[in-house]
């Protein structure tokens, strides 16, 4: 059985904790691999190798920590069918799917080859007499990164890529779920001629996690994942001083105005709603059509579309829409809420109860799930089911389904599908929701804007990646430096406004 361990100071090295987690195939069922579950000293001297390699990168020139930048973006290139099959095999995702996950983090690492731009200072030039003013951006130290199992890739690119080019030193907490395709991008940045122990991949559970929240020296953490996670670790970092940001989960809702063009809005909702099993924050999860008769049209559209969709293993290649779910676990908790919704009232119109993959019965598969006439009271309606299932509610008015993203308790992301530029103008405005699409249904933003969603879906003050991740990543320092023609009149004991 393959034994997954971590990368500490520039290789490979086993655990020593005692204590692993299996990793499962979700096609199959089966267990392929162990990871190594970190135990407080193991992080706390990775910590402490990581802050003797960041002296020496963070004094390196922002051009050169580039360059590093730059390289890599070339390996993950060259390496991406690689990357992607370790994900599909751990994740269950389809390949496709799979390279598009490290597409989106290689795309933040290319936004970070212009790392020097971005931290650049600033300069007042004669701020007072003989006087000069400026700020820089300084690195933090060592800086965390603790991320979710649902994009083994992208997620740790947006951590590693900013924090390493602003001159970091990162410990990378990937998902035991998943663990492989982190591991792998280590090497990589090696490659690229990142110095050992500036990136330390620490495989682990709670354990890892609670040892970067206590440890002194880590000064930020960047984490995603659920939203009772989130706010826990929100908490105790702050709580020990440091900065944090994060990103929990989410419930997308679409909202189908009567004017929109229903097969786009029921292509962009199939295609949204079940890519990736629904393991998406960014999925649609609730379709809102507005008024009966859009209602009635939209779920006519998505009926078939649903039914027609293809659920199979990744290495079925490209004729799969979707795969298994990463758990057993995850897959139980996705049958027990659609049970809630059939006994709480919602009507199941496509029901894959029943779905079976003949050859792959002990796999995590899900079959596809619509839900009609859900209402705000329901338990689907409410938690975050990250599977398989899309929920339509109806409602009688725009103002009704506004309201109805606004007052749903994440805020994510969400989208409007209409022809009225005045409607889609207003939803942007008016909506409290960080991510918004018009006639788009996943609005990811590129990699020089930024992510991040509002209400419970994020806690912290600065987004993922763009220029955001640099301000979160350094701290700013403000001299006022004073050059005098002459030291001769004595000391000045006023406190001194410029003049
Ligand atoms: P998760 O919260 O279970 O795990 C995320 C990370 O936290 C993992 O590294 C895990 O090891 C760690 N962790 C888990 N339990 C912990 C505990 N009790 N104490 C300390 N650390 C713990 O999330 P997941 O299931 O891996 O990912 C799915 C979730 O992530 C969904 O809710 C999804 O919406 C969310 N997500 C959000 C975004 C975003 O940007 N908002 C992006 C992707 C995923």
Known sequence: MEQIGHWIDGKRVAGTSGRSADVFNPATGEVQAQVALASKAEMDAAVASAAKAQKAWGATNPQRRARVMMALVGLINRDMDKLAEAISREHGKTFPDAKGDVQRGLEVIEFCIGAPHLLKGEFTDSAGPGIDMYSMRQPLGVVAGITPFNFPAMIPLWKMGPALAAGNAMILKPSERDPSCPMLLAELCQEAGLPDGVLQVINGDKEAVDAILDNDTVQAVGFVGSTPIAQYIYSRATANGKRAQCFGGAKN????????????????????????????????????????????????????????????????????????????????????LVETGVAQGAELVVDGRDFKLQGYEDGFFVGAHLFDRVTPDMDIYRTEIFGPVLSTVRAASYEEALGLAMDHEYGNGTAIFTRDGDAARDFASRINIGMVGINVPIPVPLAYHTFGGWKKSGFGDLNQHGPDAFRFYTRTKTVTARWPSGIKDGGEFNFKAME
């Open 253 to 336: 809702h679409m909202i189908i105005m009567p004017d929109a063009d229903m097969d786009l809005a029921a292509d962009a909702l199939v295609g949204a709603g079940y890519g990736a099993a629904g393991e998406r924050c960014m999925a649609i999860s609730v379709a809102v059509p507005v008024g009966e008769e859009t209602a009635d049209r939209l779920i006519e559209k998505l009926v078939p579309r649903i039914e027609a969709l293809k659920v199979g293993p990744y290495t079925a290649g490209n004729d799969v829409d979707f795969g298994p779910v990463v758990t057993a676990a995850a897959k139980a908790n996705i049958e027990r």
